[in-house]
């Protein structure tokens, strides 16, 4: 029986999982609550851990620290960047990079001073796990969310892809934002503010990592409106649904 951290940012995303354990107990430390039980067969940590990179390292260095997890799993949404990815899509990330770091001159953009690395690989049994559950998730989707919300988000056929997810200590918010973005990362599928932060430790520890991110908005000039609906009325159900059937793969 695997012990299996699962991590997410806010409230939104961990409730409907939390939801799911039945023997859940908490201990606190550093000021957040790590909820331990058993979900599908496995030993599961589930963790808030905050928005932004700080509170995602912070989180996951704890978790190694305190619980020794053998896969991390990170779970929520995030904002669809490539011109490809609308909203209610899923993106399960084969690489992390934070597009907000640059130790230059003395270091490549984008590359982690110490590491020679800039783009940190998610693990390929965790991918391909998460890339099936994620295409369990949309085909439920209808099922799970009611005709006038899924006509009022505007969402139709979701897809799945599997690409780079980059991270950075912003919330984009304008359509000039992401058209840099998408220059200067033009294979970048999706933006958050955790997963290669939390991807980073885990390379740190060895720990096998993969994310995968719900698009809840564009990343563009509507994004904190879309954003708000969708984790109100359809994130909880993606997390939880693809959290469980990945688990039931491992």
Request: with cysteine.
């Amino acid at each position: 029986m695997a012990r299996i951290a699962v991590i997410s940012a806010v409230h939104e995303e961990l409730a409907e999982i939390l939801a799911l354990m039945p023997d859940e107990r908490v201990q606190r430390v550093a000021g957040r609550e790590f909820w331990l039980g058993h979900l599908q067969g496995h030993e599961v940590v589930a963790v808030l851990s905050g928005i932004g990179k700080v509170a995602g390292a912070t989180t996951a260095a704890i978790l190694h620290e305190r619980f020794a997890p053998q896969y991390v799993l990170f779970t929520g949404v995030a904002g669809g960047l490539a011109l490809g990815v609308e909203v209610g899509d899923v993106v399960v990330g084969t690489h992390c990079l934070q597009h907000d770091l640059s130790a230059a001159p003395l270091f490549p953009r984008w590359e982690v001073p110490g590491t020679g690395v800039s783009r940190f690989a998610a693990d390929a049994v965790l991918v391909q796990v998460l890339t099936e559950a994620a295409r369990d998730a949309v085909t439920w989707l209808p099922k799970l969310v009611s005709a006038e919300t899924l006509r009022a988000l505007g969402l139709h056929r979701p897809t799945v892809h599997q690409g780079l997810i980059i991270s950075g200590d912003r919330f984009i918010t304008s359509a000039a934002e992401s058209q840099a973005l998408r220059e200067a990362l033009p294979d970048a599928l999706a933006v958050d503010m955790e997963s290669a932060a939390v991807a980073q430790v885990c390379a740190d520890y060895g720990t096998p990592f993969a994310a995968v991110r719900t698009a809840s908005d564009r990343a563009d000039d509507e994004a904190h409106v879309d954003f708000q609906a969708f984790m109100r009325d359809v994130a909880r159900h993606y997390s939880a649904r693809i959290v469980r059937k990945a688990l039931n793969l491992l």
